[in-house]
């Protein structure tokens, strides 16, 4: 039998990460671009730590989402 690993929920962001959602989440201009290419990057890094680490289900960590209780 074999037993797949995954997990739910926020994975650790850099702080440019965390800076590009608060901008977006209170409204301040920023770099739609800027913002896209941080993203995914760092989704890409997050899957790569994941995979490194053994885990069978990857997800993107929530790295672009503030907080659950505020896209739910």
């Known amino acids: 039998m074999t037993v797949l690993t995954t997990h739910v929920g926020s994975l650790p962001r850099t702080q440019t990460v965390v800076?590009?959602?608060?901008?977006?989440?209170?409204?301040?201009?920023y770099d739609q671009a800027g913002f896209d290419a941080c993203?995914?990057?760092?989704?890409?890094?997050?899957?790569?730590?994941?995979?490194e680490a053994g885990v069978d289900i990857v997800s993107d960590g929530e790295t672009s989402k503030i907080s659950y209780a505020?896209?739910?």
């Open 39 to 51: 993203m995914t990057a760092a989704v890409s890094e997050t899957v790569r730590k994941q995979k």
């Open 70 to 72: 505020t896209y739910v």
């Open 19 to 29: 800076d590009f959602i608060f901008a977006r989440e209170h409204g301040t201009p």
